[in-house]
């Protein structure tokens, strides 16, 4: 082996790798303390789900992580899986399982380098500084290969980032964009900054859903870090599993998982909760990012009106504009949240098939579906909230 040569490792547990040298990859900006940039390939997001039993055997997520060395030094890696199913991943390509298995072929199991159950973009391709382009190419060459070998069908890379994707072609990669809505930040001193940039009919709109949802009965409280107490996740427990048996038939992570987070990750989460008699009611679960506050799970056992936006939405405002954040995530689709301030943004995916002519026909697909994509985005935009002046100023 040549002194520069670079070795692919694929590894079954994340303790094989260990937890320096995976951050030192996913976020080195965090090292010497505060919020990662991406707060779902830290390792200790990672390592939760497979701890908790939220992915591995019988889940449809069997975890397959790369990792790439040089010179005795780990330089990039990544979060792949063996997926059993295309659940969890909000990219959709089920009409691609199924012509593929029309065709007398077998789709699943599929490759997927991704966060499992998180439409968050971010890199996927993990590389350590100074080693962005050598440690890309290596992972993606090395995922290609560990399709080819093992006969899979495909290869997959969701919300990764632009540059990534931009990259994509190069690396044999085909592209695939998609669309969420988030809010963007613009040095807003305080809510009302932020509403002084609506037109006057949406800006009325929000104050009044904002009375409507403060009438439920009670108080609303946002929790972080120390602040969060045992008995707050057994009612966020509460909440996501009806919101997952109602959205996905079951949820995707366990009881041991919201514990686990208790202990490792309450650093990162923002909870914000309803209680009506001392009594949890509602909540919303956020992680924090460095430059951005994450929506992602939201449940309630009681019907408030206008409440379900106060939590998610609203309150997710006022502490991104508070903690000086770039933007709020509030997740996978819901074009009600236009409205509300959050204009859509392209989301990202690479895509390998296996077949060359199946390739040859999504690619077809894909640059259809870009265009349709570019040209929802900009009318959605048109339709948003702001002001006229303000939406020429983004634009």
Same mark, same amino acid.
């Given at each position: 082996?040549?002194?520069?040569?670079?070795?692919? #490792?694929?590894? =079954?547990?994340?303790?094989?790798?260990?937890?320096?040298?995976?951050?030192? %990859?996913?976020?080195?900006?965090?090292?010497?303390?505060?919020?990662?940039?991406?707060?779902?390939?830290?390792? /200790?997001? !990672?390592? +939760?789900?497979?701890?908790?039993?939220?992915?591995?055997?019988?889940?449809?997520?069997? +975890?397959?992580? !790369?990792?790439?060395?040089?010179?005795?030094?780990?330089?990039?890696?990544?979060?792949?899986?063996?997926?059993?199913?295309?659940?969890?991943?909000?990219?959709?390509?089920?009409?691609?399982?199924?012509?593929?298995?029309?065709?007398?072929?077998?789709?699943?199991?599929?490759?997927?380098?991704?966060?499992?159950?998180?439409?968050?973009?971010? /890199?996927?391709?993990?590389?350590?500084?100074?080693?962005?382009?050598?440690?890309?190419?290596?992972?993606?060459?090395?995922?290609?290969?560990? #399709?080819?070998?093992?006969?899979?069908?495909? !290869?997959?890379?969701?919300?990764?980032?632009?540059?990534?994707?931009?990259?994509?072609?190069?690396?044999?990669?085909?592209?695939?964009?998609?669309?969420?809505?988030?809010?963007?930040?613009?040095?807003?001193?305080?809510?009302?900054?932020?509403?002084?940039?609506?037109?006057?009919?949406?800006?009325?709109?929000?104050?009044?859903?904002?009375? #409507?949802?403060?009438?439920?009965?009670?108080?609303? &409280?946002?929790?972080?870090?120390?602040?969060?107490?045992?008995h707050h996740w057994?009612?966020?427990?509460?909440?996501?599993?009806?919101?997952?048996? /109602?959205?996905?038939?079951?949820?995707? !992570?366990?009881?041991?998982?919201?514990?686990?987070?208790?202990?490792?990750?309450?650093?990162?989460?923002?909870?914000?909760?309803?209680?009506?008699?001392?009594?949890?009611?509602?909540?919303?679960?956020?992680?924090?990012g460095r430059s951005?506050?994450?929506?992602?799970?939201?449940?309630? =056992?009681?019907?408030?009106? %206008?409440?379900?936006?106060?939590?998610?939405?609203? /309150?997710?405002?006022?502490?991104?504009?508070?903690?000086?954040?770039?933007? &709020?995530?509030?997740?996978?689709?819901?074009e009600h949240k236009?409205?509300?301030?959050?204009?859509?943004?392209?989301?990202?995916?690479?895509?390998?098939?296996?077949?060359?002519?199946? +390739?040859?026909?999504?690619? =077809?697909?894909?640059?259809?579906?870009?265009?349709? &994509?570019?040209?929802?985005?900009?009318?959605?935009?048109?339709?948003?909230?702001?002001?006229?002046?303000?939406?020429?100023?983004?634009?």
């Open positions: 082996m040549s002194e520069d040569e670079i070795t692919i #490792t694929r590894h =079954s547990t994340l303790a094989s790798i260990g937890q320096e040298d995976w951050d030192s %990859c996913a976020c080195p900006e965090a090292l010497n303390g505060g919020f990662p940039e991406d707060p779902f390939t830290t390792y /200790r997001f !990672l390592v +939760a789900l497979e701890d908790s039993g939220s992915i591995g055997p019988g889940t449809g997520w069997e +975890a397959h992580y !790369l990792t790439a060395e040089q010179n005795g030094q780990m330089i990039a890696c990544a979060p792949l899986y063996a997926k059993g199913h295309s659940q969890g991943e909000y990219i959709f390509d089920h009409n691609w399982a199924h012509a593929w298995e029309r065709a007398g072929g077998r789709y699943y199991p599929k490759l997927q380098i991704a966060v499992p159950f998180t439409p968050v973009t971010g /890199r996927r391709f993990l590389t350590r500084s100074g080693f962005e382009d050598v440690g890309l190419q290596a992972l993606a060459q090395g995922a290609i290969q560990l #399709t080819r070998q093992n006969g899979l069908s495909s !290869l997959h890379a969701t919300f990764c980032s632009r540059k990534e994707w931009e990259r994509g072609p190069d690396l044999g990669l085909m592209q695939r964009s998609s669309q969420q809505f988030h809010w963007v930040n613009d040095g807003y001193s305080n809510f009302d900054a932020f509403l002084t940039s609506l037109s006057s009919r949406k800006r009325k709109n929000i104050r009044k859903e904002r009375a #409507t949802a403060s009438d439920f009965g009670g108080q609303i &409280v946002a929790l972080t870090g120390d602040d969060i107490q045992p057994d009612a966020i427990w509460e909440f996501y599993q009806d919101t997952g048996a /109602r959205k996905w038939g079951q949820p995707y !992570l366990t009881r041991a998982f919201f514990d686990i987070a208790h202990d490792n990750l309450r650093d990162d989460i923002l909870l914000i909760i309803a209680l009506r008699d001392d009594q949890p009611i509602a909540g919303a679960m956020n992680f924090i951005a506050l994450y929506g992602r799970y939201w449940g309630c =056992s009681e019907h408030h009106p %206008c409440l379900h936006f106060e939590l998610c939405y609203y /309150r997710a405002m006022d502490f991104a504009i508070a903690r000086g954040l770039q933007r &709020v995530e509030a997740g996978a689709q819901g236009l409205a509300r301030g959050y204009l859509p943004v392209n989301t990202y995916s690479l895509h390998w098939m296996a077949d060359a002519g199946f +390739a040859e026909a999504v690619q =077809s697909y894909l640059l259809a579906e870009r265009d349709a &994509v570019e040209e929802d985005i900009e009318i959605l935009t048109r339709y948003g909230p702001f002001r006229k002046a303000n939406v020429e100023e983004q634009e």
